[in-house]
């Protein structure tokens, strides 16, 4: 059985190359199998996410910060003004970390943990704009090795990289993120991250996107034994989490239906 949407050879494979192989690695964000799971071409290409920013107030000059993330892996850039050049996906996770502030205040001296992280583009992001104390990636093990080799490249610290399995049983994280990520596992992985991860957190915000995924109830039963955990349900087994209002979202995730959990911000 799998464990998630993305967990199948074809992928997982390419991501084991491209953590050892340097010509593999320079292309990987615009290779086809890979941005099939981790997408890099977005409906909007990043400027609703842009607008949602300036709209904001988002100091541009943070983008200097982090132009050289898109210097490795091979993105497409694209012109967002004042912002400078910068990849759509990148855009994106800027956005998020707008969204974090906004919900959670400063993260400095946090312990984040993020589930499903792809290449460790929102990592590298959120590094940037606070000293985190510690980020942990969880992923299936040949993401993660793409994953600390971005990050070791950009020189971003304090961060681990685990398999579920791996966690202690014991941690205690300040905030969980995961974008795209918990939302696409299996109902079995779910209720695993759940006690693991989910519900040792003190505050979470998690991009939640399987709607569509009702309409193929035959693949979920033959993938996964089982049908996933939508959105509703998922409320229920986290006490105190909402679904923020729509206008947290950007248009593009709007469009894919997504929903956003929170719980533990400090604004209601
Ligand atoms: C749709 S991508 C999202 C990537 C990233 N969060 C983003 O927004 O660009 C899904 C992520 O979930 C990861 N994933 C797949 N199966 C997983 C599992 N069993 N446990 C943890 N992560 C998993 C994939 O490797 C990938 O990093």
């Not at 400063?106 to 589930?115: M, N, P, Q």
């Not at 590298?124 to 104390?133: C, D, E, L, T």
């Amino acid at each position: 059985m799998l464990s998630s949407i993305s967990d199948y050879p074809g992928y997982t494979e390419l991501c084991r190359r491209a953590a050892a192989d340097d010509a593999c690695f320079a292309g990987i964000r615009e290779d086809p199998t890979y941005s099939a799971v981790v997408t890099s071409k977005l409906h909007y290409g990043g400027r609703d996410c842009f607008a949602m920013l300036q709209e904001r107030g988002f100091d541009p000059g943070f983008f200097a910060a982090i132009r050289d993330h898109d210097r490795l892996g091979g993105p497409t850039l694209a012109s967002f003004g004042a912002a400078g050049m910068l990849a759509p996906q990148t855009m994106r996770y800027v956005k998020v970390l707008s969204d974090l502030e906004l919900l959670f205040g400063a993260l400095d001296g946090a312990s984040i943990v993020e589930i499903g992280g792809g290449f460790g583009g929102q990592c590298a992001v959120i590094a940037k704009r606070f000293k985190i104390a510690r980020y942990t990636l969880v992923d299936l093990p040949e993401p993660l090795l793409l994953a600390q080799r971005y990050l070791d490249a950009l020189g971003i610290a304090n961060t681990a990289f685990a398999e579920l399995n791996a966690l202690s049983v014991n941690a205690q994280y300040d905030l969980v993120i995961s974008c795209y990520g918990v939302s696409e596992l299996s109902r079995t992985f779910l209720v695993r991250y759940l006690q693991r991860v989910l519900l040792r957190a003190k505050a979470g915000y998690l991009l939640w996107n399987n709607e569509g995924m009702k309409q193929h109830r035959d693949w979920q039963q033959k993938f996964f034994g089982g049908e996933m955990v939508y959105c509703d349900e998922m409320l229920q087994l986290l006490p105190g989490a909402r679904v923020a209002e729509q206008s947290w979202l950007a248009p593009e995730d709007q469009q894919l239906d997504a929903r956003l959990i929170l719980w533990g911000t400090r604004v209601k």
